[in-house]
Structures are given as C-alpha cells and as structure tokens.
C-alpha cells in the first residue's frame, strides 16, 4: 500500500501550509529522509523529507498552492503499485470549512464526490443525507463546501439546493490552487479543462497546456489569416459595453492630454519604508499605484474643477472624491470604484483596492462597486509604456494616465543623475476644465509624489 | 381421612374468598374498571381450592386461564391478587399480567397460562427440578378438558410417566372447551382413561364436592411423593358463567345452567360440615362475612394502590 | 357498496368463496355456533353446515396441520387461530409442512391455504394474546402474508387469498373488527396480493403502515398537514410478496421515509421494509434518515397505560414526521 506524503503540521498553530517546490518529480526513487519537498508554513520555509524510501508515485498538490495541514499531498511506494481512494481532505478540515467558510465554495470534479462520501465516518467527516449526495454529485459540488442546517449540521437536499442557487452558474472542477489562478488570469473556462491530477483534479500543467494550445491556435489562426485574409469574432457583452462607451466619450468630450515628468525617488523610499508595516497590517503588498491613488485623492481635493461631471444644467463639481481604478482583463476593461479614496490613509487604499481587484479577476464585483467615480486612473506601467493619452471615463471630467517607471539620466541641481522617473498623462475634458487648472492639478500632483512629506 | 377441622374452615374460607373474588371481578368487568378479558371460575371452587388444600403448602402447581379458584386455594394475598386484576403496581405481577397471569413463584404457583394447554410442559419441567434436587416436593399441573386435546397434554403425560415424574395431571372437566361441549372434542366421555394410554393410575372424582375432591388429591400426593410416578385426576365440574366476560352462553341451555348450580360446591359443603356437626351454621356464616370482608379489603387495597409508572414499561424484560 | 365492519367484511368474503366453490371449508376453535371469539363467522354454520363450517377441538398443531393435508389434497381450507399467539403451536405444521411442501416435492404439490390470525394489542389481554407475529412468516418462503387494515382490503385480499395456491397467513386486527367502512359486494372484487396501495398522497414523507396503525398515520398526516408536512401514506397490504415498486417509487418523490409497525421493533418488518428502501434506488434520494416506529421490545403488558405506551401513537407518529423534516 502507497503511503500518503502529507501537508505535516509544523507547529502547534499551524493550519495550512504552501507547496514552495517539489525536489522530485513522480516517478523518481526517493530514500527515507532525503528531502522531498519544500513548504512554507506561516513561519518558516522547510524541507520535508521522505518518511520511507520507495518512489513519489504521485503528487497530488502543484507548487504554490496552499493546502490545510494533514492534506494528502502525494503518495510514496513501489512502482506501479495503486493508490488508494483519494483522501484529500484531512480528516478533521472539512466539517471546520462547512462551518466556518462557507463561501469558500470551489468546485470539483465528480470523481473527487467519492472521497467526500468516503469521509462519512464523522470523526469529522460529512455527515449528509444521499440526496444531498445526489445532487451534489450531479451537479459537480463538493459536499465539503455547503453548509449543512440539518440535525448536526447534516448536509440536506436543501442546502445544496441553496448552494447552487447562490452560486449561480458554478463553475465545476476541482482544481488546484495555481491553476487556479492561471485561469483567472487567463481567462480560461475550467469547466472546459479536462483535470490530470489525482481524481480528475485540474493541476497547473493542465492550465498551460490548454493556454498552450490556445496560444498556438492563435497562431494557427494567424496563419488561417494570412490564408484567408480575415476572421470575424464575434463582439462579447463585454466587448461591445466598452467599445460604446469610448465612442460616446471620444466623439462626445474634445479632450486634449497634458504630461508631466515625476522624479519617484522619494515616492520609492516612501514605498520601501511603508511596505512592511502595510503588508503586516494588510496582508498586501503596497503598490506605486496605491501611491498614486494616494497623492491623487488629495490633488482632486484641491482642485475640484478636475474632480467634476458635465451634467444636464451645469457642471457638478463632486464634494466626495471616488477614484476609479482600470484593471485591464482578458474579456475586456473594468473600472472598479475606490470610495472615498480622499478620506483613506494610504493602508486603507491598499486593502480596498486590492480587495476591489481582486473581485474583479474573479468576476465578482456588483454593479455598486463599478459605479460612482469622479476620476479614473489608469496604469500601463506594468507594461513598461513611457507614456500616453487615456479616454476619459464618461461621466468623468479627466482621467489619469500613469505610465512605467524608468531610470533615466536627469539634471539634478544641473548635475546628471539617474533617477527613477515616471510620467502622468492626465486627459482633460475641455468643456468642463482648462488647461491652466489641469496643468496646476498635474503640477500639485507631481509635488506631492516628489515630496510626499509635503502632505504631513 | 386425615382432614382436620381448621383445614375444613380454612378451604370454606377460600372457597367463600374465591367466589367473592370472581362476584367482585364479575361486577368491575362490568363496569369497564377491569381490562381485558377474563375468565371466572364461578361454580368450580370445590374442584380448585379442595385439590389444593390437598397439597404441602410447598407443592407446586400451574394454573390456566380460569385460574382465580386455583390460586386462591393454593393460599394467596388477595390484595395483590385484586391489585394485579386491576393492574396496579402492587400486583404480583406489578400490573403487567393480569387476570390470565397470576404468579407467586416464591409460594410455588407457577403462574397461570394464557395458553390452554401451556402448564403440561411447565409442570413436567418443575418434577423433574423436584426429583433431581430431592425436594420431596410436587406438582399439581392444572388444566381444562380442553387443553387434554393439545398436543402438550400427551407428549408430558408420556414423558411423565416415562420419566417417573411427581406430578399430579389435575383436569377440571368442566364440560366445555370454550364453547365446544365434550361431546364434540372427543370421542370418550371420561378423560381419565386416557392414563392407561400413558401406563399411568388415572381416576374420576366429582369436582363439587369439595370433601372427596380433599380426600383423592390427598391419597393421589402421597403416592406420587413416593416416587411411583404420575397420575392423572379428571374433576367433573361445571362454570356457571361464560367462558369469558364475552360469552352469551348459545352454546348451552339454561336448564343445564339451573341444573349445575343446584350442585353449587360451597352450598354441598356447608351442608356436609353442618350434617357432620362440625360447624354451626352460625359459625360458617361468619366464616363467609369474613371471606367477603376480605375481598372488600382487597378491593379498597387495589383501588389504593399506584399504577405501575410508566417507566416500569421497559423493565423486567430481561434478568 | 355497503358499509360494514372488519369482521363483517372478512364473514362476506369466506361465505362469497364458499358459496362460489363447494371445495372451500373453515376450521378452528368456536367459530360454529359460537360465531367465532370475536363474532367474525356468526350465521355461517347456519349456512354451511357442520361439515363446512368445523369446530375443532383446541389443538392448534393439528389445525394447522389438517388446513395442510387437506389443501394438498384439493381442498382449499380457511383456518382460523383464535389468537395469531397460538401458532406458535401450530408452527411445526404451518413452517415445516405448508410452506415447504411444494418447493421439496419439486413443485408437485400445491397448498392452497388461508391461516386467519386475529393479532395485536389493546384489548386488555396481556402477553399472551396481543402479539403481532407477523415477521416470523415473512421469515418463510412459501409462506404470503397479508395484513389487511380496512374492511374493504379485508375483503377483497381474503378472496384472494382464498383462491390463491399457495398458505396465506392472514393477519387481522382484532382492535379493527368494529371499524366500518364501504366494502364493494360485487362478487368478483378481489384485491391483488402482492400490491401495496396509496392510502394517502403526499409529496413531503412516505410513511410506509400496515394494520392498526394505518389509522394512526393517517391521522398523524392530518396533524401535520397543519402544520405545512405533506404526507404520503403507502398501505403495503401484503407484506410476502412485499410491492417494493410502490414503496420506492414513493420514497423517491418524498425523499423522507417513516416505516410505522405495530409488532415490536426488533427484527420486525418495518425494518425489512427500511432495508429494501435503503438498498434500492431511493437511497439517492434520501433527505433523512429512514425511521422505523414500532412495538416496544417488550411482551404486551396488562395494564392499560403501560399497553397504550407499547405501540406507537398518533403524537409518536406525528413526531416521527416532524423529525425527518428537521422541524
């Protein structure tokens, strides 16, 4: 019999720990005690090492992904010898996910159902009427997911029914934590993903092959082009949402776009100094545009002609400062809404932005989330642009372009320096501001991120 | 003859006690204070009480379904016996017998039986615990004519006699099984022949005369205490009442109704001792005033008692 | 249609087939003259005859096992035990004999019997004449068992079970001889053995009842209809051949199954009844645990409150509904 490579508990308040990286790959000998995998617990990196000499039959968890201690992870035996049952779950996580997490709902494959019925034992294991098992089953839900509200906080037909009904149109496989994200990043449609890990689960490698393959049907279709000429794909909801909105901006608004260099040396020792308290606080990383939201926030304060709608009857000149945040997605461009943004401290700003990102990769942010805004910001620095000029996102006056921070050589005190530098475009709508009050905005803007003491 | 006068007032008494029982059940039955079904045994006290006056006190007997007489003369507490019919906690049986169960296994009354022909094995089986442990004592298995057609009856008559039990096969022929006359559950008129069948002594005796019934129990115990084995009696008597509170006697006429209770036992034996001069009629009336004041003491014991609670459903399943 | 009772229905039905087929003849301890210890056979001497209609002395083994002999042989006997209790006397005939007589004569014989078991509690007749035995049959192949709970099944499944070629133990409901209600006259009603029947539809539990208690569990249904609970209630009527279709194609609209018996819980038939729900298709579509409610493990006790709290009652039943419905 395989015996099971398990997520080891390193500490009395360890609950889960990360996969950092395998050092062997399935089907390689491994001798007791030589190390095995290396994890992350919420202390320490460590290595694992083989509790028996035999060869890494399987692995059951992808490098990165986060897995409740006790998790089965791979299994070590005799080649070729056969695995037992799946039990990925530890004996005693699953009743604590239905109890505490019940939103947490992922979904998984059918075959992964059996190991949810092969926990009934209820030394924490699921205790579930078979009809729920039914439906779950046929509807591809992990038991382990839905909140019980029977006798003992027995699973009924009920729940699942309620499960599904808030769910909506679930997603139904059981996939790793990396592939996971892969997916979302990708936009790839998991149900459409046929999983190669144990019980059908859908690993990274499954991910980047179906990414793989459509990376070289793009290709083909490039070739297809040139063969063809042409192809038509058809617009998405999405798709056609922005490209009306833009028209009605571009062809609505005369717009023109100012830029102006920032020096972000001290906007990056600011970073630097604040980013591990934040990280403490938070669990996030801040950002340079977090920063920039920041120092933005506070110039809209000042200048209200910037912070301002053209409404029927005049123009609104908006007393809160709701700063919009572009995050670019596979589908197509959301702008998620930061509330508020000139009341937060810069710890608030990172945590509401990245919450708000992150529900926007997983398509769950409501129609509240992505209303409201006065400005919008848009960040292309990631992709290394140097600079340039944003639409304006309707009803909005003006919007900001924030493009790729760069070491460039530049006269400081008329001597060259290289300095991190960065350039803002802020596109304007002439009908509602000028282009003196947009270049002092632009101006202040910069002030404020060369010297960010300046605030204090 | 080796009846004593205290014997002769004491079976008067019973007999007085066991008719005053089955009147005073007779009258609660009727009025729906008592349960169930039962069968009285009006008109049969000589054969009952006479036999057991009969026995040691620590002889055993099984009684039947028609069994109040039978219990009565083996010397009983009438106070838990009326408690039991009323199913009181304070019954012999804590309330869960009833009239068809009445048991003192302590004072050897093995219990009375639901099932006709039910105490010939449980008989059997209690001679041969008496013969193996040399108890000296014995068994008086009480039954109808009826059950002297079960199966039962023949198989512990045959291994009775095989066995040499100490057991006395007391058949109160009362003339009908239920409703079935004699006549037409078997073919011969006197149960006690079929003794010879088993190689046993098998004897007749008249059930309402409560003196002979006395005197051939008396001299059948003996032997059978000597180790010679069964024997089988055949009491001719008669109930005067229905077999059971629901029967509308269609089955028989009043005239042999009528015809029996002038050959009511209590009445022969009043008679007998008042003729022989050893009571006064006085004296024996004071005896049945007493006999009835105890059933009334009885009465008022019972409708005193508790219920059994309802916890005591689920006890005594099990030893 | 004429309304009549328990015991009137099951007279209707042995006088129809003794009229229809001079072969049918009815044996047993005081059914002549004294119409039976319930009053189930008054006026059928008088019809039929001594020779039809046989009072037999008190021997239950022989009865039993006369019904036997004389089935094998071409008649069709009905044979009642004045209590279903004394076929523990009878047993021998009934288990050894009847059942089995066709299957070891390689299927030569056939033995077209009806043993009529007046059984249950409530009366007052403490341990030995209260018992519901019916599981102990069901234990025999060879063996159908019906157990009819109103006057109208009493009729047409006796017919059946009267024509039917193979001992039938009947079980009846003493506590049911008075009940009334409308019973066809036709001569050919005759209900199929083997056929469970919907006494009540629901679509929320199944309660699966049989005898006395089917009464119960209807009125139970009605309690909890108040209460929003609605209640199918399946009549199994024949418990070998047991109508296993209807009971799972019941379980599985409702999701929720309840098994009600009178006999004591312990190796009873409520809890073959659960076994076959559980073992069947219906499984998946389980909500609840299936519940047997049945007779205390205990031998019927004299008292009347203690006998009362033997079997289960209307609220117990009522409960039992609520339970599976996490209410």
């Known amino acids: 019999m395989a015996t099971e490579v398990i997520m080891p508990k390193a500490g009395m308040a360890m609950e889960e720990g990360t996969v950092v990286k395998w050092l062997k790959k399935e089907g390689e ?61 530890p004996s005693t996580a699953s009743e604590t996910v239905v109890q505490s997490n019940p939103e947490a709902k992922a979904p998984v494959s059918g075959a992964d159902l059996a190991a949810d019925e092969a926990t009934t034992g209820f030394e924490g294991g699921l205790r579930a009427t078979p009809a729920s098992r039914k439906l779950a089953r046929e509807a591809g839900i992990a038991l382990s ?167 029927e009857g005049g123009i609104e000149y908006h007393n809160r400062v709701h700063v919009g945040i572009a995050v670019g997605k596979p589908e197509g461009l959301v702008v998620p809404v930061l509330k508020n943004a000139d009341q937060m401290k810069l710890e608030s700003i990172v945590s509401a932005s990245k919450e708000l990102i992150e529900k926007a990769n997983k398509n769950k942010l409501k129609p509240d989330d992505m209303s409201g805004s006065t400005f919008t910001v848009s960040n292309l620095g990631m992709y290394g642009i140097s600079h340039f000029n944003p639409i304006i996102n309707q009803p909005n006056s003006a919007i900001l372009g924030v493009s790729a921070i760069i070491d460039k050589v530049v006269a400081v005190n008329g001597e060259p320096c290289v300095r991190p530098m960065m350039t803002l475009s802020l596109t304007i709508d002439h009908r509602v501001v000028d282009g003196a009050p947009g270049a002092a905005f632009m101006q202040y ?4 991120l060369e010297d960010p003491y300046g605030l204090l | 003859m080796s009846i004593k006068k205290s014997d002769f007032k004491e079976m008067y008494k019973r007999m007085n006690e066991a008719r005053a029982f089955e009147e005073k059940v007779s009258y609660f039955f009727a009025r729906g204070m008592i349960h169930g079904t039962t069968h009285l045994s009006v008109g049969q006290e000589a054969s009952a009480v006479g036999a057991c006056m009969a026995l040691k006190s620590d002889d055993l007997i099984t009684s039947t379904h028609r069994g109040h007489s039978q219990v009565i003369g083996k010397g009983i507490d009438l106070n838990k016996m009326m408690a039991e019919l009323l199913g009181k906690q304070t019954g ?228 | 249609m004429k309304e009549m009772t328990y015991a009137e229905a099951i007279r209707a039905a042995m006088s129809e087939e003794m009229r229809r087929d001079p072969d049918v003849i009815f044996m047993g301890e005081d059914i002549g003259l004294y119409g039976g210890a319930f009053g189930v056979s008054v006026g059928m001497f008088e019809e039929f005859g001594p020779d039809r209609v046989r009072d037999t002395p008190i021997s239950e083994a022989v009865i039993a096992g006369a019904a036997a002999g004389a089935a ?36 030569k014989a056939k033995v077209p019997m009806v043993l009529r078991c007046p059984a249950g509690s409530g009366t007052g007749a403490a341990a030995q004449h209260s018992q519901s035995l019916e599981a102990w049959f069901c234990h025999v192949p060879g063996l159908k068992v019906v157990t009819p709970s109103t006057p109208a099944d009493a009729k047409g499944l006796l017919k059946a079970a009267i024509r039917d070629d193979n001992p ?26 083997g056929k469970a029947d919907i006494k009540r539809e629901g679509s929320d539990v199944t309660v699966v009842v049989y005898g006395r208690m089917l009464q119960r569990a209807l009125e139970a249904a009605e309690i909890v209809a108040k209460e929003g609970i609605d209640v199918e209630v399946v009549d199994p009527m024949t418990l070998v051949p047991l109508d296993k279709e209807t009971i799972i194609n019941s379980v599985k609209k409702t999701g929720r199954a309840i098994v009600v018996n009178e006999a004591v819980k312990t190796g009873g038939y409520a809890g073959e009844i659960a076994a076959v729900i559980a073992e069947s298709d219906a499984f998946d579509y389980l909500d609840a645990p299936v519940l047997r409610l049945a007779g205390k493990d205990v031998p019927i006790p004299y008292n009347p409150d203690l006998e009362k709290a033997v079997v289960p009652s209307v609220n117990e039943i009522a409960d039992a509904i609520r339970t599976v419905m996490n209410r």
Request: glycine share 8%; aromatic share 8%; proline share 4%.
């Open chain 1, 145 to 311: 997911r839905v909140a019980g509200t029977g006798p003992k906080g027995r699973i009924q037909k009920s729940d699942v029914e309620a499960y599904l009904a808030d769910e909506g149109s679930a997603e139904s496989t059981h996939v790793s934590a990396l592939a996971k994200r892969i997916s979302d990043a990708e936009g790839i449609d998991l149900s459409q993903v046929k999983g190669t890990g144990h019980a059908g689960k859908v690993m990274s490698r499954d991910v980047m092959n179906i990414l793989d393959g459509t990376l070289s049907r793009q290709a083909e279709a490039s070739d297809t082009v040139a063969a063809n000429d042409s192809y038509v794909e058809p617009l998405s909801s999405v798709r056609k949402v922005i490209a009306k909105r833009m028209t009605e901006s571009f062809f609505t608004a005369p717009t023109f776009t100012l830029n102006i260099d920032v020096d972000m040396t001290e906007a990056a020792a600011l970073r630097e100094r604040v980013k591990p308290r934040i990280l403490a606080a938070t669990g996030y990383k801040v950002t340079y545009t977090d920063i920039i939201v920041l120092m933005t926030a506070q110039a809209l304060k000042k200048f209200p002609a910037v912070n301002a709608s053209l409404v």
């Open chain 1, 445 to 448: 803007l910069k002030q404020l």
């Open chain 3, 168 to 193: 039938v133990v009947f079980v009846e409901q003493k506590l049911l001889y008075r009940q009334k209600g409308m019973v066809p006259e036709e001569d050919d009603f005759i209900l199929e053995i």
């Open chain 2, 92 to 319: 012999y049986c804590k309330g869960k017998g009833g009239s068809m169960h009445i048991a003192d296994v302590d004072a050897g009354n093995l219990g009375a039986n639901g099932v006709v022909g039910g105490g010939h094995g449980i008989a059997v089986c209690a001679a041969i615990t008496q013969k193996l442990k040399k108890t000296g004592k014995i068994v008086l298995c009480f039954f109808g004519d009826g059950a002297a057609n079960e199966g039962s009856f023949h198989e512990a008559l045959n291994l009775a006699s095989v066995w040499k039990l100490p057991v006395i096969f007391y058949c109160e022929n009362n003339l009908y099984g239920m409703s079935t006359p004699i006549s037409k559950h078997m073919n011969i008129k006197d149960i006690y022949k079929r003794a010879e069948a088993y190689g046993i002594p098998g004897y007749a005796i008249d059930g309402n005369n409560a003196v002979e019934v006395f005197n051939k129990v008396e001299e059948v115990a003996k032997y059978v205490r000597e180790g010679n084995g069964p024997v089988l009696i055949e009491s001719k008597t008669y109930r005067w009442l229905g077999h059971s509170k629901s029967d509308a006697n269609v089955y028989r006429t009043k005239e042999e109704i009528e015809s029996w209770k002038e050959k009511d036992p209590i009445l022969a034996l009043e008679k007998y001792l008042v003729g022989e001069g050893l009571f006064t009629e006085a004296a024996l009336k004071k005896v049945k005033q007493q006999a009835y004041d105890d059933i009334e003491a009885a009465v008022q014991y019972a409708n005193e008692s508790p219920n059994p609670p309802i916890e005591s459903l689920l006890e005594d399943v099990y030893a």
């Open chain 3, 72 to 107: 094998v042989t071409g008649m069709r006997p009905i044979a009642e035990l004045m209590f279903m209790d004394f076929s523990t006397i009878a047993m021998d005939s009934l288990v050894n004999q009847a059942a089995k007589m066709r299957y070891m004569f390689g299927g």
């Open chain 1, 29 to 89: 000998t491994v001798e007791k005690g030589e190390p095995l995998l290396e994890i992350i617990t919420d202390k320490v990196n460590m290595e694992i090492e083989a509790e028996i000499s035999g060869t890494l039959l399987k692995i059951l968890a992808d490098e990165g992904e986060v897995l409740p201690v006790m998790t089965v992870i791979g299994y070590i035996g005799a080649p070729g010898e056969a695995l037992p049952e799946e039990k990925n779950a």
